[in-house]
């Protein structure tokens, strides 16, 4: 349908597309060192420092850093600018993500310096709130890959978030084995998935609607179940333990990093784990070329003789196991119970995240990390005082996704045959 | 198959599908049945004592499907008595005459009828836009849009009379929706950012917009401790039709003016044959000399507002003032209400009849039989699962029905 429907698409593709990306990078650098300069430093006494916190358990306390908060702003702000430069000026396309992805983190530290002015500020704790954050975002955002890859969209992230967190808490706390917990989960989600492929791929409805439906369905189940069942026996159906850390011995000594990465839940390890093997799977394996080339062109892949429709239904349904997982960290990874409505459109998050990756692992990974630290930032503004209303800082996934799809910051492609059911007549 | 014949045949189904209505009904009929018998499953699982019947099932078996008949029949009859009202009460009432009577008697209507309204509207919006070809998935933010316009115009002018100050509040209501729809269809047609994407983001900007403005010195009432806004004043507020004992108000009847409205609109305006043009082929329409952009913007600007009206509805007939998260999930459900009424405007009546009915009684049977509301979010869900994969229905009911036209592609249209 995409080369009926995007003519309009195609008019304006006359122009490079990675030239206006490449300006579009540019320009938001520019914009971000703008930012720097012009509101983080203007009004900020010459001799006013912030202490950034480093120091986590188990390792050994590291000093912590002191900043001069004018001229960190400045300098942060003039590399920001000179990145800005550079991305306009360079003919290679090559590595602008990730120039864009270090003015990012520039601004973050000279936002942080800026609002933390005179007193300090628990970096090591804002880092490990953003990464808790990012996993269930990261984990959706690469059911979203896997589904959409392979040409199904998935809306029912949401759903499949609320229903593995259901049962993750629910065969958690019956059983007293948050394994079985997390299994439940990853089978929950995988449900869902089951669904959708059979209403998508069998049946050819409308991927967007049924995802948004099954929306619903899990919402009102979830609700519905917890009212009915959950809360009478509260005690034996919804207090489920959580999983706790798990150090990895030397590793969770190392400064700064250690408590970040190598002292964390199953959650954090297994989110690392799917990551690296969808990564290399999509791009480095055979599987992955299929998925994509059934993604791109289901007619082609078939006529090679890939079985569209049944590699489809793995996706999904791998694509939901996946999100299950993210969604059981939501209960048996962090509050234990379950709670109405708990995931609060985080899977929609999650597929911002993805879009924002531009359908890409990695990018999914970057995406999730900076919404994670939007979301944890609320927390430490809140302590400071900072004249940012937290609702704006919750904003800014939606707005970055909305700037990304429209494509001032470069555009993002989804894969042409996205959405789009098969058949083979 | 080439894109080409793809769209070719994508036409053929929908014309084809047009002089053989009577499928669409039965589809519709055997996916309501469907639904039940999936909440009826859902109402034993969740009752404790039947359950325990069913364990006792080699033993009894009649006792365990009688348990169950009994649980069931009792949730869905108060959800009938709470949706429509107990025919034995509306004799008495007209028997006694005493208006405590009626408005007992009645108040199950009415309560359907103020749920029905926001449905309407919202669901009118989404499926104007799915008429041509767009799928305006940012009814949440612009429900909630609507109503802060209608809030802010609502108490900002205390000494207006009722004559002006009520069409000014609906306008600013309906111009703050509007302009939530204006963004994704501006975006679509100058940038070709896909509408799902970006209405669904703003659904979210537009709650934390709320979150904030509740908390601002123009929205919140004082003493500003609560997170809530500033009450609408009197002379803005929508009348009731019945008497101050029953919540029914003035925008039912506006909103079945709408419908009307609508409907000539879609059928009978050259604005409306773009639409419709435009939902059926794009690239006819392009050839046609039909500027698809300009249509994005207006199907979508349109649409919003009138899902806005939905909101501006909701907090000028019955709430008056707004709280965080208003609206709830009036915004997801005018899409299982469009989709449920294929889009037509009367079939969208229909349709928001239905699940206001469902959302009324649903609170009858939370109090009578402890089944929880939610149950009615299920039995839509499931119901519009089915609606939108007639395949499913034909596969388990084996029935030879003709196929309905997709509604919308993917990311890349």
Same mark, same amino acid.
């Given at each position: 349908?995409?080369?009926?429907?995007?003519?309009g698409?195609?008019?304006?593709?006359?122009r490079?597309?990675?030239?206006?990306?490449?300006h579009?990078?540019?320009?938001?650098l520019?914009?971000?060192a703008?930012?720097?300069?012009?509101?983080?430093?203007?009004g900020?006494?010459?001799?006013v420092?912030?202490?950034?916190?480093?120091?986590a358990a188990?390792?050994p306390?590291?000093?912590?850093?002191?900043?001069?908060?004018?001229?960190?702003?400045l300098?942060l702000?003039?590399?920001?600018?000179?990145?800005?430069?550079?991305?306009?000026?360079?003919?290679?396309?090559?590595?602008?993500y990730?120039?864009?992805?270090?003015?990012?983190?520039?601004?973050?530290?000279a936002?942080?310096?800026?609002?933390?002015k005179g007193?300090?500020?628990?970096?090591?704790?804002?880092?490990?709130?953003s990464?808790?954050?990012?996993?269930?975002?990261?984990?959706?955002a690469l059911?979203?890959?896997l589904?959409?890859?392979s040409?199904?969209?998935?809306?029912?992230?949401?759903?499949?978030?609320?229903?593995?967190?259901?049962?993750?808490?629910?065969i958690?706390?019956?059983?007293?084995?948050?394994?079985?917990?997390?299994?439940?989960?990853?089978?929950?989600?995988g449900?869902i998935?089951?669904?959708?492929a059979?209403?998508?791929?069998t049946? !050819?409805?409308?991927?967007? #609607?049924? @995802?948004?439906?099954?929306?619903?369905? =899990? %919402? +009102?189940?979830?609700?519905? /179940?917890?009212?009915?069942?959950?809360?009478?026996?509260?005690?034996?159906?919804?207090?489920?333990?959580?999983?706790?850390?798990?150090?990895?011995?030397?590793l969770?000594?190392?400064?700064?990093?250690?408590?970040?990465?190598?002292?964390?839940?199953?959650?954090v390890?297994?989110?690392?784990g799917?990551?690296?093997?969808?990564q290399i799977?999509l791009?480095?394996?055979?599987?992955?070329?299929?998925?994509r080339?059934?993604?791109?062109?289901?007619?082609?892949?078939?006529?090679?003789g890939?079985?569209?429709p049944?590699?489809?239904?793995?996706?999904?349904i791998?694509?939901g196991?996946?999100?299950?997982?993210?969604?059981?960290?939501?209960?048996?990874?962090?509050?234990?119970?379950?709670?109405?409505?708990?995931?609060?459109g985080?899977g929609?998050? !999650?597929l911002?995240?993805? #879009?924002? @990756?531009?359908?890409?692992?990695?990018? =999914? %990974? +970057?995406?999730?990390?900076? /919404?994670?630290?939007?979301?944890?930032?609320?927390?430490?503004?809140?302590?400071?005082?900072?004249?940012?209303?937290?609702?704006?800082?919750?904003?800014?996934?939606?707005?970055?996704?909305?700037?990304?799809?429209?494509?001032?910051v470069?555009?993002?492609?989804?894969?042409?045959?996205?959405?789009?059911?098969?058949?083979?007549? | 198959?080439?894109?080409?014949?793809?769209?070719?045949?994508?036409v053929?189904?929908?014309?084809?599908?047009?002089?053989?209505?009577?499928?669409?009904?039965?589809?519709?009929?055997?996916?309501?049945?469907?639904?039940l018998?999936?909440?009826?499953?859902?109402?034993?699982l969740?009752t404790?004592?039947v359950?325990t019947a069913?364990k006792?099932?080699?033993?009894?078996?009649?006792?365990?499907?009688?348990?169950?008949?009994?649980?069931?029949?009792?949730?869905?009859?108060?959800?009938?008595?709470?949706?429509?009202g107990?025919?034995?009460?509306?004799?008495?009432?007209?028997?006694?005459?005493?208006?405590?009577?009626?408005?007992?008697?009645?108040?199950?209507?009415s309560?359907?009828v103020?749920?029905?309204?926001?449905?309407?509207?919202a669901?009118?919006?989404?499926a104007?836009?799915?008429?041509?070809?767009?799928?305006?998935?940012g009814g949440?933010?612009?429900?909630?849009?609507?109503?802060?316009?209608?809030?802010?115009a609502?108490f900002?002018?205390?000494?207006?009379?009722?004559?002006?100050?009520?069409?000014?509040?609906?306008?600013?209501?309906?111009?703050?929706?509007?302009?939530w729809?204006?963004?994704p269809?501006?975006?679509?047609?100058?940038?070709?950012?896909?509408?799902v994407i970006?209405?669904?983001?703003?659904?979210y900007?537009?709650?934390?917009l709320?979150?904030?403005?509740?908390?601002?010195?123009?929205?919140q009432?004082?003493?500003?401790?609560q997170?809530?806004?500033?009450?609408?004043?009197?002379?803005?507020r929508?009348?009731?039709?019945?008497?101050?004992?029953?919540?029914?108000?003035?925008?039912?009847i506006?909103?079945?003016?709408?419908?009307?409205?609508?409907?000539?609109?879609?059928?009978?305006?050259?604005?409306?044959?773009?639409?419709?043009?435009l939902g059926?082929?794009?690239?006819?329409?392009?050839?046609?000399?039909v500027?698809?952009?300009?249509?994005?913007?207006?199907?979508?600007?349109?649409a919003?507002?009138?899902?806005?009206?939905?909101?501006?509805?909701?907090?000028?007939?019955?709430?008056?003032?707004?709280?965080?998260?208003?609206?709830?999930t009036?915004?997801?459900?005018?899409?299982?209400?469009?989709?449920?009424?294929?889009?037509?405007?009367?079939?969208?009546?229909?349709?928001?009849?239905?699940f206001?009915?469902?959302?009324?009684?649903?609170?009858?049977?939370?109090v009578?039989t402890?089944?929880p509301?939610?149950?009615?979010?299920?039995?839509q869900?499931?119901?519009?699962l089915?609606?939108?994969?007639?395949?499913?229905?034909?596969?388990?009911?084996?029935?030879?029905?003709?196929?309905?036209?997709?509604?919308?592609?993917?990311?890349?249209?």
């Open positions: 349908m995409s080369a009926i429907v995007s003519p698409a195609a008019m304006r593709l006359k490079d597309p990675a030239e206006i990306r490449r579009g990078l540019g320009i938001a520019l914009v971000l703008g930012i720097n300069l012009l509101l983080f430093a203007r900020t006494a010459g001799d420092m912030t202490t950034f916190l480093l120091t188990p390792a306390p590291v000093p912590a850093i002191r900043l001069h908060v004018l001229p960190t702003v300098v702000g003039v590399i920001c600018a000179l990145l800005g430069i550079l991305q306009l000026a360079w003919r290679s396309n090559r590595r602008t990730l120039l864009l992805g270090i003015g990012l983190a520039l601004t973050g530290v936002f942080l310096a800026w609002a933390g007193v300090s500020v628990d970096a090591e704790g804002l880092l490990a709130t990464l808790i954050e990012a996993v269930p975002l990261t984990l959706g059911s979203g890959v589904c959409e890859r040409g199904v969209i998935n809306i029912a992230i949401e759903g499949q978030f609320l229903i593995s967190a259901f049962f993750g808490a629910m958690g706390s019956l059983t007293h084995n948050l394994w079985a917990g997390l299994l439940a989960g990853a089978v929950a989600g449900m998935g089951v669904i959708l059979i209403f998508a791929i049946y !050819a409805a409308d991927q967007i #609607i049924v @995802g948004v439906v099954l929306d619903a369905f =899990a %919402l +009102g189940l979830t609700s519905f /179940f917890l009212q009915s069942l959950l809360v009478p026996q509260q005690a034996t159906l919804n207090s489920p333990a959580v999983f706790s850390p798990i150090p990895i011995p030397l969770d000594r190392i400064p700064v990093v250690g408590p970040l990465l190598f002292n964390q839940n199953i959650f390890y297994l989110t690392i799917i990551l690296v093997a969808v799977g791009f480095h394996t055979r599987w992955g070329l299929r998925v080339a059934v993604g791109e062109h289901p007619r082609a892949a078939d006529t090679v890939i079985n569209v049944r590699l489809r239904y793995g996706n999904v791998l694509g196991i996946v999100a299950g997982i993210g969604g059981a960290s939501f209960t048996i990874g962090s509050t234990g119970q379950f709670a109405p409505n708990m995931t609060a985080l929609y998050i !999650a911002a995240a993805m #879009i924002f @990756g531009r359908w890409r692992p990695l990018g =999914a %990974l +970057g995406a999730a990390l900076l /919404f994670g630290f939007c979301d944890a930032l609320q927390f430490t503004l809140s302590v400071l005082s900072v004249p940012i209303p937290s609702p704006f800082l919750s904003m800014f996934p939606y707005l970055a996704t909305i700037l990304a799809v429209a494509g001032l470069g555009r993002v492609v989804s894969p042409a045959a996205d959405g789009q059911p098969y058949s083979r007549e | 198959m080439s894109a080409e014949t793809t769209q070719r045949r994508n053929k189904d929908r014309i084809s599908s047009v002089p053989r209505r009577g499928n669409s009904a039965v589809i519709t009929l055997l996916a309501f049945f469907s639904a018998v999936v909440g009826a499953l859902i109402i034993i969740a404790p004592s359950m069913w006792d099932f080699f033993i009894s078996p009649g006792h365990a499907l009688a348990a169950s008949w009994a649980a069931v029949a009792k949730a869905y009859g108060s959800l009938f008595i709470g949706s429509i107990n025919p034995a009460d509306i004799a008495a009432a007209f028997r006694s005459g005493k208006a405590s009577d009626f408005v007992s008697a009645f108040g199950p209507i309560e359907t103020v749920s029905t309204t926001p449905l309407m509207m669901g009118l919006g989404i104007l836009a799915f008429r041509a070809g767009l799928f305006d998935i949440q933010g612009q429900v909630i849009l609507g109503a802060a316009g209608a809030t802010l609502g900002a002018f205390p000494s207006l009379p009722a004559a002006l100050h009520l069409p000014l509040a609906l306008l600013v209501g309906a111009a703050f929706g509007a302009a729809g204006f963004i269809g501006i975006l679509k047609a100058k940038t070709g950012a896909h509408e970006t209405s669904m983001m703003l659904n900007v537009g709650l934390n709320l979150t904030w403005l509740l908390t601002t010195e123009l929205y009432a004082p003493p500003r401790i997170s809530v806004s500033k009450t609408i004043v009197e002379a803005a929508l009348p009731h039709l019945a008497g101050p004992s029953l919540r029914m108000n003035w925008s039912f506006l909103a079945v003016l709408f419908i009307f409205g609508v409907s000539w609109l879609l059928q009978r305006s050259t604005v409306g044959f773009r639409f419709r043009m059926l082929n794009r690239e006819a329409a392009r050839v046609a000399g500027h698809i952009e300009g249509q994005y913007v207006l199907a979508m600007t349109l919003g507002m009138l899902v806005g009206l939905a909101g501006a509805f909701m907090v000028l007939g019955v709430d008056y003032r707004m709280a965080p998260n208003y609206g709830g009036t915004g997801f459900d005018g899409i299982t209400v469009a989709i449920l009424g294929r889009g037509t405007p009367v079939g969208v009546a229909l349709s928001a009849l239905l206001g009915a469902f959302t009324a009684g649903g609170r009858t049977m939370q009578n402890n089944i509301l939610q149950l009615v979010q299920v039995l869900a499931v119901l519009v089915f609606v939108a994969a007639p395949g499913v229905i034909r596969t388990i009911y084996r029935i030879k029905v003709s196929r309905a036209g997709r509604v919308f592609g993917g990311w890349a249209g």
